[in-house]
């Protein structure tokens, strides 16, 4: 690795070494070379003060969980154009190599995961919703996190507890008992996989210790790979593609009957189906 003086103000030489190391002070050196080492003179535009996170994207500013939008004037663009309090979001972009017919369902959006137990496409120009799913009344999906990033997102659930798993047995849903035909009896998490521009379903699986082995910590998807966390450091990898290939029971498409239920995929109150099971012990 090459090594530079620490002393370097030089904006090309610092622009340089961050080609060659990762250093997450870098950007902050090159931002104080460009501003405070100038005959420049800054003026006080404005300040914002929140007690939730601060988010930035295409040049906007998001306040309180997506529910508020500034420029970069401090401009307000629009406040309380929707009523999702988005817990955990991505910005997706559309893709400029493409002119789609539909051109709303590749508008540059926020996709998030709401409180109400839905995952919600928002404009992030104008904040109106583009779309929202339902996902379910049992899980609780709280993490989104790209895949194939603006292509293919994934949402996960929450650790399911062992009390969870019975009320799922003792209360079969009480519209339809076969709701709880393809979902798993014991289980850690469930994860969802969702293509992008425009917004599709790909399928849902759960995440079980008698699947992946008694050792299992946890698990994600990331770039077209399960990859399932041991306990004493093991990491395996599955392929993702080798999944749909497999394990995949049927396709199910958002807001059109489930062909093993009947009900609506993506509504309250059946959500989204487990249509990918495994068959017998892969680990």
Not at 45 to 51: Q, R, T, W
Not at 61 to 87: A, F, P, R
Not at 96 to 103: A, C, G, Q, V, Y
């Amino acid at each position: 690795m090459l090594q530079f003086p620490e002393n370097i103000y030089n904006v090309y030489f610092l622009a340089r070494q961050r080609e060659y190391s990762i250093n997450y002070c870098l950007l902050s050196r090159i931002m104080r070379s460009l501003c405070c080492k100038s005959q420049r003179n800054y003026k006080h535009v404005f300040s914002l003060k929140s007690k939730q996170p601060i988010y930035q994207c295409l040049n906007l500013i998001y306040m309180k969980n997506y529910s508020s939008s500034y420029n970069g004037w401090g401009i307000q663009l629009w406040k309380d154009v929707h009523k999702e309090k988005v817990t955990d979001a991505l910005f997706s972009y559309g893709h400029w190599d493409k002119d789609p017919i539909n051109r709303i369902a590749h508008k540059s959006s926020i996709l998030g995961i709401s409180q109400k137990h839905k995952l919600v496409r928002l404009c992030a120009e104008t904040g109106t919703v583009l779309e929202s799913i339902f996902l379910s009344q049992i899980y609780k999906f709280k993490s989104i996190y790209w895949d194939d990033p603006h292509y293919t997102a994934v949402i996960s659930s929450s650790k399911v507890q062992t009390q969870d798993q019975s009320w799922q047995v003792e209360n079969p849903h009480p519209e339809n008992p076969k709701y709880f035909k393809n979902c798993p009896g014991s289980m850690m998490k469930a994860i969802a996989l969702f293509n992008v521009f425009p917004l599709e379903f790909v399928g849902m699986f759960a995440i079980e210790k008698e699947i992946f082995g008694n050792d299992l910590h946890d698990a994600l998807v990331s770039d077209n790979l399960l990859v399932t966390n041991k306990r004493g450091g093991i990491v395996e990898l599955f392929s993702v593609d080798y999944i749909l290939e497999h394990f995949l029971l049927y396709k199910a498409s958002l807001y059109e009957p489930d062909p093993v239920t009947g009900h609506i995929v993506g509504m309250h109150p059946f959500g989204i189906p487990f249509n990918i099971k495994f068959k017998g012990k892969i680990a």
